[in-house]
């Protein structure tokens, strides 16, 4: 038929071959219609080759045919929801013909068809049965609009969809079919959602990228969100993967899109930005994260994606922390847009339902994040706790996909390792990481732990400290597996012996790491000593591997004691520190295997013959051709002393000898003397001649002797008084508490001899503390202290004896201070132990933890807790080494308050200081135990400083005043007060603490700010450290203020994004002027002393009170105006961060007004008064140090933090720019008067006076110097300088005034420009200054004062000065400048070479212009 009908329109008979062609055609669609072959393949075949014949005649038909074939379809897809399958490559060429279509009269009504209007709407007012007259493409339109209208089959919905994006569609169009097919979402199975997906990101090509991803996006977090919260139940578990599934099958389909269409991609990107910023009102939600590190994957956008997602993690984090700790607005401003931990914790929990594809890219991500924040917080990015919490966040997912995933496992062990040899900063949290994966699931590890044997292949660019990290964080990885233990030793074995020393170095410390770990291992057993004993066969086994692997490792050890002195040096430290371990001295075998080690090099140094003076040939330790040492004797009786103790531990039969041997050595230390080797007290101990070289090397050898004798003699001292066990009558001399102080007066003879003597070229001492001289460790220290530090708790049963035995010690002031200098120095890591001959000065290794608390606890109640209890000061009863000021070196007292601080600060560090307070509380039975609650913690905590306080009190009320020891309390609370303000606003770890706690901080709180309120107002001294402690205090405490926070009611943290949330309170102006008086206070205090002192002009005002110039000096006025512009720098830089979530709530609240019934948007426009009055305090504040005439530099700061608050400005009057729906309100305009009008008075006045006339006169001659009461005389200027120099001051001051004027004009002109959009005028509350140009003639500054002399022959010498340098403030009137004038102007400025600026403002007061 159809060839037929083709004939007879071949025959010239067209009109007729039409007709019937558009009957047959009408009839097959018509057939096709009525019996949808979907289901009968054969059938089906016949329909699909007619349909392809259709295509052929389709050029033929006529319009009519065309328009009833298209809405017979039409009518098909409304009665039935779908289209015949057969027809879906025949109906979009069908369309686009009907398109082309040129006009037509068809009847309204006919076909189920409505008339429409030119513009293609529905034309509803037309009659049924009118004619009327469409164009093909209105046609089109209508059809394509009326299927989106229809209801379509759920399951034909994809057939659909791929239908319409078939169509060739104009731009109304387009977005129609777009919003139809998006809310199909959610008639669709689970099953059908990728193949829709699919079809939407092929739609998107017609140019709906950002709504169609914002559509699916959208659909997937609404059905995340139905989900239950437990997957307990069968059913529930079974949607959730199902759904996991679906969303992985998503992905791919997104990334084969991406693929196809880059723009695809590029709209993703720019979507996540949006979302991530709360544009609109939303997030990113948890698939779109998917798909970011799916388009992560691509190498087109590897970077781009990995850049945006750190950035978004980073940036939510440090929003989050940053709300929470601003609390003067954080209830005006709305929730964080999405949580960071919310989206890395699904991405690994759904790996295991389609999602693993994403799960390389995550943890690629992770490591990225963790390698950033290090840098980040370095260069100060972020805050150090934004980066910290990034770093638990990522390492969090880590671990999990460590444990879920098996493909992951090897990349990340070989991430971290790598990380570990080639990153110089930051590689400790890739070890903390390594750490937590062993102690996970080390049978995880255990199968790539050879790459980390391998690690040792690139030590020599590793350092010790690193390799006893990694050691330790893998120990029981080779604890377990022997023959991984045996290829680690192998290696090891053979560094020994490497050319390197550091190589050598670091595999000691390798070894040493390996040994301490058996030997804790077999502490474990209870009786270790008899290989096993009365334990199980399996027990006894592994004590015999361990012991067998102990003892091979000593006896690597023993062949690293005949190397170098250097090597030797490092073996017997780290010995040293091995012996102190409990573990060691309990068990037979390894003791006997160390006195093996020991006894024959003893018996080659002892001198048992009594005839010599010197218990040890100390001439053979010292090489006499070259005057070094070639054998630390310190290092290795040090050793040796530790081994004699574990022996009268063990009551073994050689500890009668070994204390025999060392009481002699003890009582003969205790009577030598300086000339008995050979020195001199006032010889030559300079190290550049061989002479002095040899003096000081056996000094340095005495000195170490000496020291190790006194750690013996205390030790023993300790452990026999202590002890109820007998002793043999021979060796009960040692424990003669004499004998300690006489060795002790020996050391500090030798070593003050040392000290003095041993000076560099420039007569400079070398050795600066005699703690570099002691070899006792903290541990050592902390054992000594804790016997001998008079304690205010007082001792429990049997410390009596105890008192008796170390009265002479506790006596000894001098003695006790050198204890806390060396306690002091190893928690402050300042000096090494062992600092002797031949030994290398590394840094001291970091104290546990449980050292440190012990230590914290010794000095708080052996002197402070004495003030901390006390109510006054008759009620103290100090012991006598707290009476003593320590002449000029540093108090017993003061001493403990420096040892409290640095352990406070060492445990900040580590986030641990929350162990501090339950340690000074309740040590228990399980002494310093690190598992605390934290109810306890938090009211330990305020006790604590409750009690510190007390102490403050009573150290400043005493006579004289004890500043130093206050200061060093005031820095604790200090660190106290920050922690508290971290569980007041729940930030930094401090989840766990109950809002029970949060009260008790936020109390605690306010009792720091009244107290150090009282301080400023009553009892503050003119010491600098003083004042800067106490300013840092009251930053730190003042926001919890009894004005601030009313009855204890912290503000909530954010807004609910409900409409039926409550606004946030009106915001009080008082508030921020209540909590800034204190620092207010004393910026007019030391104004008023600084006109005292640095003014040339008498104060006129006759309510002036003279201040307290012993306060307010020349010295501390400097300090105490730069920390306090330092706080202001700080509180400007929070206003600018609470700006840019300014926009973000404007957008949030008006996404909210469109489901509310609130016509403004109270909580921005509440948000926004909040910020101005803050910066409207801030301004008080500056104002008073605009009006100050402040010393020279002092000017330079205070004139940067004001350009710092006109930049803040100017960023409020962008963000209001940005915002129109923000009106201009009416603490907009006081903050704008108050800037811009009168503190611009007062710089310009600055300006003019400090930086204009003749500054350049007064840079040149080092200032004119103070002419009033408080000046210095005898002072004479500097007038010879390099002509360099002079220029570089002049051109630095002219760099400070020129970036100032062109912040104040910038800012104008955004006021400017606020004004015009919202027709305001605003130009009347900027203050215009006369003086606009300042010109510095940089090539007119001077020679030296000598060459003018000689050339200048006749000339005053201030005359020539003023007439060769010249810095004028010009007073420039622009209001009527003609074109004339401002040529000339232009003429004389290119006729000279200077450095100038020029800044022009035009009559009407429009936007200045800057030349």
């Known amino acids: 038929m159809l060839k037929g009908a083709s004939a007879i329109i071949e025959n010239g008979q067209a009109a007729a071959g039409t007709r019937i062609l558009g009957t047959i055609a009408s009839a097959c669609v018509s057939q096709i219609c009525e019996d949808d072959p979907k289901d009968q393949k054969e059938s089906g075949r016949r329909w699909a080759a007619v349909c392809d014949k259709l295509l052929e005649i389709l050029p033929q038909l006529s319009p009519r045919t065309i328009i009833d074939t298209s809405f017979r379809i039409l009518a098909e897809l409304k009665s039935c929801g779908s289209t015949p399958s057969v027809l879906h490559g025949f109906l979009p060429m069908l369309l686009d013909a009907l398109g082309t279509v040129g006009t037509v009269e068809i009847t309204s009504g006919s076909d189920g068809m409505r008339a429409q209007g030119n513009n293609g709407d529905r034309d509803d007012d037309a009659d049924a049965g009118e004619s009327i007259t469409r164009t093909g493409s209105e046609l089109k339109a209508y059809w394509v609009d009326s299927a989106c209208s229809y209801r379509w089959d759920a399951r034909a919905s994809v057939a659909v969809c791929a239908l319409l994006r078939e169509i060739s569609l104009e731009e109304p169009m387009v977005e129609r079919v777009g919003q139809r097919m998006i809310r199909q979402l959610k008639l669709v199975d689970l099953t059908e959602l990728p193949a829709m997906v699919y079809q939407l990101l092929l739609f998107a090509r017609h140019g709906l990228k950002r709504t169609i991803l914002d559509g699916i996006f959208g659909f997937f977090d609404s059905i995340d969100n139905k989900q239950p919260s437990s997957e307990a139940e069968p059913e529930a578990h079974k949607r959730w993967r199902e759904l996991g599934d679906i969303e992985g099958t998503v992905m791919h389909h997104f990334s084969y899109s991406v693929k196809q269409d880059f723009e695809l991609g590029n709209a993703l990107i720019a979507y996540a930005r949006e979302r991530s910023e709360g544009a609109g009102g939303g997030s990113l939600s948890t698939l779109s994260f998917a798909c970011l590190l799916t388009l992560a994957r691509i190498h087109r956008f590897e970077d781009a994606v990995t850049s945006l997602l750190r950035t978004i993690v980073m940036k939510g984090i440090h929003d989050s922390l940053a709300l929470q700790a601003t609390l003067w607005v954080r209830a005006y401003l709305p929730p964080p847009a999405f949580i960071p931990q919310d989206l890395l914790a699904p991405v690994v929990a759904r790996a295991a339902y389609g999602w693993d594809q994403v799960t390389q890219t995550l943890v690629q991500?992770?490591?990225?994040?963790?390698?950033?924040?290090?840098?980040?917080?370095?260069?100060?990015?972020?805050?150090?706790?934004?980066?910290?919490?990034?770093?638990?966040?990522?390492?969090?997912?880590?671990?999990?996909?460590?444990?879920?995933?098996?493909?992951?496992?090897?990349?990340?062990?070989?991430?971290?390792?790598?990380?570990?040899?080639?990153?110089?900063?930051?590689h400790e949290h890739f070890i903390d990481l390594l750490r937590d994966l062993v102690a996970d699931d080390a049978d995880l590890v255990r199968p790539y732990a050879s790459k980390i044997v391998d690690i040792f292949d690139s030590i020599s660019v590793v350092s010790p400290a690193s390799i006893e990290q990694l050691l330790n964080a893998t120990a029981p990885l080779f604890l377990e597996d022997a023959p991984l233990r045996a290829s680690l030793t192998l290696v090891l074995r053979k560094i020994l012996f490497a050319q390197s020393f550091d190589d050598r170095k670091t595999a000691l410390s390798g070894l040493f790491v390996l040994a301490a770990q058996h030997m804790s291992a077999l502490?474990?057993?209870?009786?270790?000593?008899?290989?096993?004993?009365?334990?199980?066969?399996?027990?006894?086994?592994?004590?015999?591997?361990?012991?067998?692997?102990?003892?091979?490792?000593?006896?690597?050890?023993?062949?690293?004691?005949?190397?170098?002195?250097?090597?030797?040096?490092?073996?017997?430290?780290?010995?040293?520190?091995?012996?102190?371990?409990?573990?060691?001295?309990?068990?037979?075998?390894?003791?006997?295997?160390?006195?093996?080690?020991?006894?024959?090099?003893?018996?080659?140094?002892?001198?048992?013959?009594?005839?010599?003076?010197?218990?040890?040939?100390?001439?053979?330790?010292?090489?006499?051709?070259?005057?070094?040492?070639?054998?630390?004797?310190?290092?290795?009786?040090?050793?040796?002393?530790?081994?004699?103790?574990?022996?009268?531990?063990?009551?073994?039969?050689?500890?009668?000898?070994?204390?025999?041997?060392?009481?002699?050595?003890?009582?003969?230390?205790?009577?030598?003397?300086?000339?008995?080797?050979?020195?001199?007290?006032?010889?030559?101990?300079?190290?550049?001649?061989?002479?002095?070289?040899?003096?000081?090397?056996?000094?340095?050898?005495?000195?170490?002797?000496?020291?190790?004798?006194?750690?013996?003699?205390?030790?023993?001292?300790?452990?026999?008084?202590?002890?109820?066990?007998?002793?043999?009558?021979?060796?009960?001399?040692?424990?003669?508490?004499?004998?300690?102080?006489?060795?002790?007066?020996?050391?500090?003879?030798?070593?003050?001899?040392?000290?003095?003597?041993?000076?560099?070229?420039?007569?400079?001492?070398?050795?600066?503390?005699?703690?570099?001289?002691?070899?006792?460790?903290?541990?050592?220290?902390?054992?000594?202290?804790r016997a001998i530090l008079p304690e205010r708790r007082g001792r429990g049963a049997g410390s009596s004896s105890m008192d008796d035995f170390v009265a002479l010690w506790g006596a000894n002031n001098r003695f006790i201070r050198h204890l806390l200098e060396i306690a002091l120095a190893r928690i402050q890591r300042r000096s090494s132990v062992g600092f002797s001959a031949g030994a290398s000065r590394n840094v001291p290794p970091v104290p546990e933890t449980r050292t440190v608390l012990e230590l914290a606890y010794v000095v708080f109640f052996g002197a402070v807790a004495y003030y901390c209890s006390a109510s006054s000061s008759d009620e103290l009863d100090l012991p006598s080494p707290l009476q003593s000021k320590g002449g000029k070196s540093r108090s017993t007292l003061y001493l403990c308050c420096e040892i409290l601080g640095a352990c406070a600060s060492h445990l900040c560090d580590r986030a641990m200081l929350d162990f501090l307070p339950t340690a000074l509380a309740r040590p228990g039975s399980a002494e310093f135990s690190l598992a605390i609650a934290p109810v306890d913690a938090c009211s330990d905590m305020s006790a604590l400083v409750a009690g510190l306080w007390n102490a403050v009190r009573l150290l400043m009320t005493q006579k004289p005043m004890a500043v130093k020891e206050s200061v060093s309390i005031l820095t604790i609370i200090q660190l106290l007060a920050g922690r508290l303000a971290e569980i007041a606003t729940g930030v930094n770890g401090s989840s766990g603490y109950s809002d029970q706690c949060a009260q008790k901080a936020t109390d605690c709180l306010k009792l720091c700010a009244s107290r150090v309120v009282g301080i400023i107002n009553?009892?503050?001294?003119?010491?600098?450290?003083?004042?800067?402690?106490?300013?840092?205090?009251?930053?730190?405490?003042?926001?919890?203020?009894?004005?601030?926070?009313?009855?204890?009611?912290?503000?909530?943290?954010?807004?609910?994004?409900?409409?039926?949330?409550?606004?946030?309170?009106?915001?009080?102006?008082?508030?921020?002027?209540?909590?800034?008086?204190?620092i207010n206070h004393l910026v007019v205090n030391a104004g008023s002393a600084s006109r005292f002192l640095f003014s040339e002009i008498e104060s006129t005002d006759e309510d002036s009170v003279e201040p307290d110039l012993d306060i307010y000096t020349a010295r501390t006025i400097p300090a105490l105006v730069v920390a306090i512009t330092a706080w202001i720098r700080s509180e400007l830089h929070q206003v600018n961060w609470a700006l840019t979530q300014l926009k973000r709530s404007v957008q949030v609240e008006l996404s909210e007004l469109e489901s509310s019934d609130v016509e403004d948007l109270q909580r921005s426009i509440g948000a926004e008064r909040r910020i101005c009055l803050r910066i409207t305090a801030l301004a008080h504040i500056m104002m008073h140090l605009l009006k100050t005439s402040w010393p020279k530099a002092t000017n330079d700061v205070v004139l940067r933090t004001f350009q710092e608050m006109h930049k803040t400005l100017g960023a409020l009057t962008r963000a209001k720019i940005n915002c129109p729906d923000l009106p201009i309100t009416e603490s907009y305009i006081d903050v704008l008067s108050l800037i811009c009008s009168d503190l611009n008075t007062e710089?310009?006045?600055?300006?003019?006076?400090?930086?204009?006339?003749?500054?350049?006169?007064?840079?040149?001659?080092?200032?004119?110097?103070?002419?009033?009461?408080?000046?210095?005389?005898?002072?004479?200027?500097?007038?010879?300088?390099?002509?360099?120099?002079?220029?570089?001051?002049?051109?630095?001051?002219?760099?400070?005034?020129?970036?100032?004027?062109?912040?104040?004009?910038?800012?104008?002109?955004?006021?400017?420009?606020?004004?015009?959009?919202?027709?305001?005028?605003?130009?009347?509350?900027?203050?215009?200054?006369t003086a606009r140009d300042f010109r510095i003639e940089a090539n007119a500054i001077p020679e030296p004062m000598a060459q003018a002399y000689d050339n200048m022959d006749g000339y005053d010498n201030e005359t020539a000065v003023r007439g060769q340098a010249s810095m004028e403030v010009e007073a420039?009137?622009?209001?009527?400048?003609?074109?004339?004038?401002?040529?000339?102007?232009?003429?004389?400025?290119?006729?000279?070479?200077?450095?100038?600026?020029?800044?022009?403002?035009?009559e009407d007061g429009s936007s200045p212009s800057t030349e």
């Open 365 to 426: 991500l992770s490591l990225n994040i963790v390698d950033y924040s290090v840098g980040a917080q370095r260069r100060g990015a972020y805050s150090a706790g934004a980066c910290a919490e990034a770093r638990r966040v990522c390492t969090g997912a880590l671990r999990s996909a460590f444990a879920s995933h098996e493909f992951v496992r090897a990349e990340l062990v070989d991430q971290i390792l790598s990380r570990f040899v080639f990153q110089a900063d930051g």
């Open 523 to 785: 502490s474990a057993f209870e009786q270790p000593s008899d290989t096993g004993a009365g334990l199980d066969t399996r027990s006894r086994r592994r004590v015999d591997e361990l012991l067998s692997a102990s003892l091979e490792i000593l006896g690597l050890l023993r062949r690293c004691l005949t190397q170098q002195p250097e090597v030797r040096a490092v073996s017997y430290e780290k010995l040293a520190q091995l012996l102190d371990a409990p573990f060691v001295g309990r068990n037979g075998v390894l003791t006997s295997a160390l006195n093996d080690m020991f006894r024959s090099e003893f018996s080659k140094y002892y001198c048992r013959d009594k005839s010599y003076d010197s218990p040890v040939n100390i001439q053979m330790c010292i090489n006499s051709n070259t005057c070094k040492v070639s054998m630390p004797v310190a290092n290795f009786l040090h050793c040796f002393s530790k081994l004699t103790l574990c022996y009268s531990n063990a009551d073994s039969e050689g500890s009668t000898t070994f204390l025999g041997e060392w009481n002699d050595m003890c009582d003969r230390f205790s009577k030598v003397q300086i000339e008995d080797f050979e020195l001199d007290p006032t010889g030559d101990y300079m190290l550049s001649s061989p002479y002095g070289l040899r003096n000081y090397n056996t000094a340095l050898l005495v000195i170490g002797c000496l020291d190790v004798c006194l750690e013996h003699a205390l030790l023993y001292g300790i452990q026999r008084a202590s002890s109820s066990r007998s002793m043999p009558d021979e060796a009960l001399s040692i424990d003669r508490p004499e004998l300690a102080m006489e060795l002790f007066s020996k050391f500090c003879r030798f070593s003050d001899v040392l000290m003095s003597r041993c000076v560099d070229d420039r007569k400079k001492r070398i050795i600066g503390a005699v703690d570099e001289l002691s070899t006792m460790s903290l541990p050592t220290v902390v054992r000594i202290l």
């Open 1018 to 1078: 009553n009892d503050i001294t003119g010491d600098i450290g003083l004042l800067k402690t106490v300013i840092g205090l009251l930053v730190r405490c003042q926001p919890f203020s009894q004005q601030l926070v009313a009855d204890g009611e912290m503000p909530s943290l954010g807004w609910s994004r409900s409409g039926t949330a409550a606004p946030p309170p009106f915001a009080i102006s008082s508030l921020d002027g209540k909590e800034m008086a204190p």
């Open 1243 to 1329: 710089a310009y006045t600055m300006l003019i006076e400090k930086y204009g006339n003749n500054s350049t006169e007064d840079i040149i001659a080092g200032g004119k110097g103070s002419k009033g009461k408080g000046k210095e005389k005898n002072i004479k200027p500097r007038l010879a300088g390099t002509s360099k120099n002079t220029k570089s001051q002049v051109l630095k001051v002219s760099t400070l005034v020129s970036s100032l004027v062109f912040q104040i004009e910038t800012t104008e002109k955004y006021v400017v420009q606020l004004g015009n959009k919202f027709k305001t005028p605003l130009s009347h509350y900027l203050k215009r200054s």
């Open 1372 to 1402: 420039d009137h622009m209001e009527q400048q003609t074109e004339s004038g401002l040529e000339d102007q232009e003429d004389e400025r290119e006729s000279n070479v200077q450095l100038e600026e020029d800044v022009e403002v035009s």
